[in-house]
């Protein structure tokens, strides 16, 4: 998929062709399997939780599909930024430990942050 992306942004990317592309990311994501592999054996007690909780699987899949996509459309420095970010929000989600409450909150609020960042770039295509 993202290949297909990275050949789509290859040429300058029209306002039509990235809406498209970011109304995908707002699709509801079908049940699948997290970001990690969740058959790992020593898998720390928030990706358990993850792993086990299809809730919580599917709101990994939506982030991460989410982070890819803004990963490909932003410039070098900002996408450094942002990948700084999500390392420190991983470090966030980790200290929940198993607790699928503090885990759901977390990812609704990266969600939302990155869905913002989806709606900056957007903006700045729209743009004369």
Known sequence: MFER????LSAPANALTLSALIGLTLLPTPAG??????????????????????A?????????????????LLPMGSR?????????????RKACEGNTDC????YAGRIQELKKAVGDVQREQELP
Do not use: G, Y
Not at 35 to 45: G, I, P, R, V
Not at 56 to 72: A, G, I, K, P, S
């Open 103 to 106: 885990i759901s909150t977390a």
């Open 56 to 72: 919580l699987n599917d709101m990994d899949v939506r982030m991460v599909t989410t982070f890819e996509l803004l990963r490909e």
């Open 33 to 54: 399997a997290a970001s990690f592999d969740c058959s790992k054996a020593d898998l720390a007690a928030d990706e358990k939780a993850i792993c086990e909780t299809p």
């Open 5 to 8: 992306l990275r050949h789509a």
């Open 80 to 92: 450094t930024a942002m990948e700084e970010r999500q390392i420190s929000w991983l470090a966030e």
